[in-house]
């Protein structure tokens, strides 16, 4: 019999009249101690199904079907018994172990609460098994880190400090939603290890909520592909990465393995001029002058308050020819945006230099840009809820670079703006819209738009992708693409995600701590690295050996 | 953190000597001649002029300001001078007293009533905040939000005539006397009918402020009641009461302090329209009186204490919400 399984549920928000569904009719089982993966893009219902058979939805969100967990139906157990279950006999690892945790509180006393919430335990006692629970989720010198608060902790710590929570009172079910979603891929695969050899330990049951197929394939028995709030495909793991049935998830797992894999695509007839793809091939781009060059670039903050200061560059050098896209990789912290914002000339380097055609136009010590240079070097952000004005309609947004940096009439930068919107694959129709009102692809359309809306020589791509579901992210890989072959922009593209590094990009430049510890053609890095960084990198991408 | 504490003294210390030359150079503009107020009614203009000259009221404002600071005149034996010690304030033209012992024999009236109302307020508006947050848009939220509406609403001076209408006279005519209507007894002397000659005053200050902070705790718990950790509280089975008072209260409760300190220390300068209503004789009513009697010393000292008492409590504000910050510790 299974341990946990959930029937036609349905879960709706809002109330009289105006409400939304975001879970229409979906069922899954979990045996004991297995692990079944739940997969769909974000508001697809994977989390909030689960959120809601458990009864951690806000109130205003309507739960309807059958959650029986050991037999008993969580959908209507009052508050008490559903919350003597939650924590004793289901834990749970949630996505963003920073906001999952009190900011206030120390991770012992968090832990701590965990049994406490279930058990009376004396002092003495609790002490001793959060201090067992934090060696066993791999934490060093647990005697000195109990009493840290989360700030205090990295990001992958946090989250063994959420598992340790979680498995404290060691439950036959761990509902874990995307808990790797938000960590460096390093720190991922260690995290997957770790949850995998808990459950082994113990014989707990697992659901395992990912938008990711690549990042569930070693871990998954069975598998269970969401879609609009609906169930599309539910299959033994080995099923469906052999045969997937459901056309929807043959695009999932294509656009995993299509960036997993590593293997560059061959660029789409269209996207690429004839002339320029020979040029590329036979390397004459090598010897011609870089249109950008940064130089030995420093970077070092004071803190406020602490007497040494912080160095988040160190000696960083790199070119980016015409037409070229640059991948920049690394982990989080490893100073990929600090460049980025330097190229902008949104910073100024402590030491070093960049250059645009040989001018050098942000060095220690300049003020602002030179006026002339700013159209010729854009940003886009990672976040396109972030960067767009949220009172702003579309056409205010993209008619402001025509606005400060040219005198064209009125009539001149609408037609511009019009031919913006229909360069970036948007419908006119978005003009008068503001920002909340658009998809998180089409936002980022529009930032894009007003990045090259100036034909700059030089875009810096800020994780333009990181936000977006996996389908999104192909198209605007494709755009971007299409972009530096009509417009001839060079891009410096930041990522951690190597796989879409691999696709997109010609040469990449590691990053690690500050430090540029390995650049080069992007098939010669990746194929052959020669740091042991770019290796444990390359390494920890899940999924690589195993289905995909 | 010290060099943080160290900075913010010495901006306070700026912002009271600010306050004080403002003020010092208002009473100068206000009140034209003290010498009158002090002399007896029928003096000629040559006591007047005498006055005038031992006091040094006809130096130059600046030479006056630096007597009020360092080494005034005395009068009548009382020292004057703000960087002596004792410091010493000056003295009162009307009562004929020093003004530093003027302020010291009120301000144990305006500190009972200052604290005694706080406790009162922060309590109740904690509950009524947590218990309108709890369920927000049910009738508990919509009834309390309706009440702190109404005490936010209705004026100082009214919430305190019906309360004494209601719960003095009304009662008294039925023979109950709970509440007196007026006085004040020390809390050395009588703790119990210390309590009982505050009660009305400090529920006359309670109801406005609970109107402000019944608002500010419920939104800020809301705030707090979406995110993610209270989520993974509930996911460990925490019971609803410690999943409000233990975790989310305790996230919230910044905004909550720092308010909770400015309006404290506004009421420690003065409550002047309580005290006025029940017969208080605090800090606000000796303001009061010394601004319209033209009594500018003690005009001048009960200013600086309010300001200084602004300055120490966001003080104190500042550190204790460092204090409960881990990052910032």
């Known amino acids: 019999m299974a341990l946990f399984s959930v029937e036609d549920l349905r879960v709706t928000f809002g109330r009289r009249g105006r409400t939304t569904t975001a879970v229409r009719g979906v069922s899954f089982a979990v045996e004991p101690g297995r692990t079944l993966a739940l997969v769909g893009e974000s508001g697809s219902g994977k989390s909030v199904s689960l959120l809601g058979a458990t009864g951690l939805l806000p109130s205003r969100a309507e739960v309807r079907g059958s959650a029986l967990f050991r037999g008993a139906d969580l959908t209507r157990l009052s508050p008490a018994r559903l919350r003597a279950i939650r924590g004793r006999h289901i834990g749970f690892v949630f996505q963003d172990p920073l906001s999952n945790l009190h900011p206030l509180k120390t991770i012992g006393a968090q832990i701590g609460e965990a049994v406490t919430a279930h058990e009376r335990v004396g002092r003495a006692a609790l002490r001793r098994r959060v201090l067992d629970l934090l060696g066993e989720v791999g934490i060093k010198d647990p005697e000195r880190r109990i009493d840290d608060h989360p700030h205090q902790f990295s990001g992958g710590m946090r989250q063994r400090a959420m598992i340790a929570m979680a498995i404290a009172l060691n439950p036959e079910l761990i509902i874990a939603d995307e808990p790797t979603t938000a960590l460096d891929v390093t720190v991922q695969a260690s995290i997957l290890r770790l949850l995998r050899r808990l459950q082994e330990a113990h014989g707990t049951a697992l659901i395992f909520v990912s938008h990711d197929l690549a990042v569930v394939s070693d871990i998954a028995d069975d598998v269970v592909v969401m879609r609009d709030g609906e169930v599309v495909e539910a299959a033994p793991a080995a099923e469906l990465y052999a045969a997937p049935r459901h056309a929807y998830t043959q695009a999932l797992l294509g656009a995993a393995r299509h960036g997993r894999a590593l293997v560059r695509s061959p660029e789409p007839p269209e996207s690429e001029q004839p002339g320029q793809q020979s040029e590329r091939q036979s390397g004459q781009r090598a010897e011609s002058a870089p249109l950008l060059r940064a130089s030995a670039l420093h970077m070092s903050y004071r803190r406020p308050g602490r007497k040494e200061s912080f160095t988040a560059l160190t000696d960083v050098s790199f070119d980016l020819r015409e037409r070229e896209i640059v991948g920049l990789v690394g982990e989080s912290g490893s100073g990929k945006s600090t460049i980025g914002r330097i190229v902008a000339g949104l910073a100024r380097p402590t030491a070093g230099s960049v250059s645009l055609r040989g001018e050098v136009y942000n060095a220690p010590g300049d003020v602002r840009l030179p006026k002339s240079l700013r159209p010729a070097v854009q940003v886009v952000f990672q976040d396109p809820y972030g960067s767009l004005n949220p009172r702003r309609t579309v056409a205010a947004t993209l008619a402001e670079p025509f606005v400060v940096n040219t005198d064209l009439p009125a009539a001149e930068i609408r037609a511009r703006v019009e031919a913006l919107v229909a360069r970036v694959e948007l419908p006119q129709s978005v003009l008068h819209r503001l920002p909340a009102q658009l998809s998180g692809g089409q936002r980022q359309r529009v930032a894009i738009a007003r990045a090259v809306a100036l034909e700059p020589s030089v875009v810096v791509a800020d994780e333009p992708v990181s936000a977006l579901d996996i389908t999104t992210q192909t198209q605007i890989v494709a755009l971007i693409r299409r972009l530096r072959a009509e417009l001839g922009t060079s891009f410096l593209f930041i990522s951690h995600d190597l796989g879409v590094v691999a696709d997109l990009c010609e040469r990449v430049v590691v990053l690690n701590q500050g430090r540029v510890v390995e650049q080069g053609p992007v098939h010669r890095v990746f194929d052959d690295p020669r740091d042991p960084y770019t290796r444990e990198l390359l390494d920890s991408i899940p999924g690589r050996v195993a289905h995909v | ?329």
Request: no cysteine; proline share 5%.
């Open chain 2, 1 to 329: 953190m010290r060099r943080h504490i160290a900075g913010h003294a010495a901006r306070a210390l700026a912002t009271l000597l600010a306050v004080l030359v403002i003020t010092f150079a208002m009473t100068r503009v206000a009140y034209r001649n003290p010498a009158a107020v002090l002399a007896p009614r029928n003096a000629t203009q040559e006591t007047l002029d005498g006055i005038t000259r031992a006091l040094r009221l006809d130096e130059p404002w600046y030479l006056q300001l630096w007597h009020y600071l360092y080494r005034g005149p005395d009068i009548q034996g009382a020292p004057m001078g703000l960087f002596n010690w004792p410091p010493a304030l000056g003295y009162s033209f009307r009562q004929q007293r020093p003004v530093t012992e003027l302020i010291l024999s009120k301000i144990p009236v305006t500190l009972s009533l200052a604290l005694g109302a706080l406790v009162i307020w922060m309590t109740l508006s904690i509950l009524f905040g947590v218990a309108a947050a709890r369920r927000p848009d049910s009738w508990v939220d919509r009834i309390l939000s309706a009440l702190s509406y109404a005490g936010l609403s209705v004026p100082t001076f009214l919430t305190g005539i019906l309360l004494s209408y209601f719960l003095y006279f009304t009662l008294s005519t039925y023979g109950i006397r709970w509440f007196p209507s007026s006085g004040y007894v020390g809390i050395t002397e009588n703790p119990f009918e210390w309590a009982r000659h505050l009660a009305l005053p400090w529920l006359t200050i309670a109801v406005a402020e609970i109107g402000i902070f019944q608002r500010v705790v419920r939104a800020n718990m809301l705030d707090v009641l979406g995110s993610d950790y209270i989520r993974t509280a509930r996911a460990k089975g925490v019971t609803e009461r410690r999943v409000h008072f233990g975790h989310a209260l305790s996230a919230a409760l910044n905004p909550i302090i720092t308010l909770g300190g400015l309006e404290l220390a506004a009421l420690m300068g003065g409550a002047i329209v309580t005290e006025q209503i029940f017969g208080l004789d605090g800090v606000g009513r000796l303001a009061v009186e010394a601004a319209v009697g033209g009594d500018f010393p003690v005009v001048i000292g009960t200013t600086i204490l309010a300001a200084a008492i602004f300055v120490v409590s966001t003080f104190a504000v500042d550190v204790v919400t460092r204090l409960r910050d881990p990052a910032a510790r």
